[in-house]
């Protein structure tokens, strides 16, 4: 069994393979961790198959790019599999990611879109001579004007999975679907890739947080907010429900059950840090200071690289007049982050505090 200690995963889109709840027992029991999100402590983002049924390439295209940049590890669904021991790694691999890319001419973009989405045979370098044939194969459809994201939705309804499409023509038309051409005839890419699992609760769970993020995200707050409290009721224990939830309750202006659900996250997962911080947003927006502010605290205590919490503490401290305070607090912000508008914004607060106490010392 492979120890995932010091490991904590992050989903987007829903997984293919199995449920979330059974991915993060297999995780659990190694001793890592496995979110429905993504926090600041995640190390690694799984990007489940499920995400190219909700979102456009566009979109998935943004959310990857957002990730990258954000310096975490990134699995597809199957590097997640090989990762937990639940699927061996295929024999043989022998070529490098840059190797592929220059005899296939794909544009390394897509490369990187299509391995995240397990269209080869292998996740991750080193690749295999099927991995050479799939992506001339990928090259010459995307030339025939299919996306990279036509190629994943329709490869993986292949009944004999990705390396089986080795033998067959691949041809598009129109560039919304890819076709086996079969003599004569296109035959669709039927079947689906899917572990036997019975249809049943957690189905109903992953989809309903799928609906819960979609209606936050496009702002239906209350419509999201009942969503979350759905997938309480089937998992009690998941804390990203209950913050997301909080969340949404607050834009509804719902305050005190927001608090009540931030509370929850906190119940269920007191390290988790972004809780911490938007309660206490919540707490001061209320003129609680005393909370808010131990809140922050906390935060920080977690999390002593969180700058926006830093920064919010070091507020507090200026509208409390605890100038040295403040002054210690924004010096600590501006060695977390120095190029910001915030980032000015503490360097104001900072000589406007010197040049007080200077005052101050002077009379």
């Known amino acids: 069994m492979t120890p995932l200690t010091g490991y904590s995963l992050g989903i987007v889109g829903a997984l293919a393979a199995f449920p979330r709840r059974l991915a993060a027992r297999e995780v659990s029991r190694r001793n890592g961790r496995l979110r429905s999100g993504i926090s600041r402590r995640t190390t690694h983002v799984v990007v489940g198959r499920k995400l190219l049924a ?63 989405f397990d269209a080869f045979e292998h996740d991750d370098e080193p690749f295999s001579f099927r991995d050479l044939i799939l992506s001339k194969k990928y090259a010459g459809l995307i030339a025939g004007g299919a996306s990279w994201g036509a190629i994943v939705r329709s490869i993986h309804r292949s009944q004999g999975g990705v390396t ?10 129109g560039g919304e679907a890819i076709y086996a051409r079969l003599g004569e005839q296109l035959s669709e890419l039927d079947g689906q890739m899917l572990l036997p699992i019975d249809p049943g609760e957690d189905d109903e769970l992953d989809a309903l947080f799928e609906r819960a ?56 997962d007191p390290g988790f840090v972004e809780a911490w911080f938007n309660l206490a947003a919540l707490c001061k927006a209320h003129g609680q200071i005393v909370a808010a502010r131990k809140h922050l605290e906390r935060a920080v205590a977690i999390d002593g690289s969180y700058a926006d919490a830093v920064y919010n503490l070091a507020t507090i401290a200026f509208e409390e007049g605890e100038l040295p305070e403040a002054r210690r607090l924004w010096s600590r912000y501006l060695e977390l982050d120095s190029g910001s508008e915030w980032a000015r914004n503490a360097a104001r607060g900072l000589q406007y505090v010197d040049l007080e106490l200077s005052r101050r010392n002077a009379s």
């Not at 997640?80 to 022998?94: K, N």
């Open 54 to 116: 909700r979102a456009s390439d566009g979109d998935i295209e943004v959310r990857i790019k957002t990730l990258r940049e954000g310096g975490r590890s990134l699995l597809s669904e199957n590097g997640f599999l090989r990762l937990l021991g639940l699927r061996e790694a295929p024999a043989a691999p022998a070529m490098t990611r840059a190797a592929l890319i220059e005899q296939s001419r794909l544009a390394e973009r897509d490369f990187e879109l299509l391995a995240l």
């Open 213 to 268: 993020e979609e209606a936050e995200a496009e702002d239906r707050f209350e419509e999201a907010a009942t969503l979350y409290q759905r997938c309480l009721a089937i998992d009690p224990k998941d804390a990203d429900a209950a913050f997301n939830r909080a969340n949404c309750l607050v834009e509804t202006g719902n305050t005190e059950e927001a608090r009540r659900s931030f509370l929850l996250a906190l119940k269920l």
């Open 164 to 173: 089986s499409l080795t033998a067959l023509s691949l041809e598009t038309e």
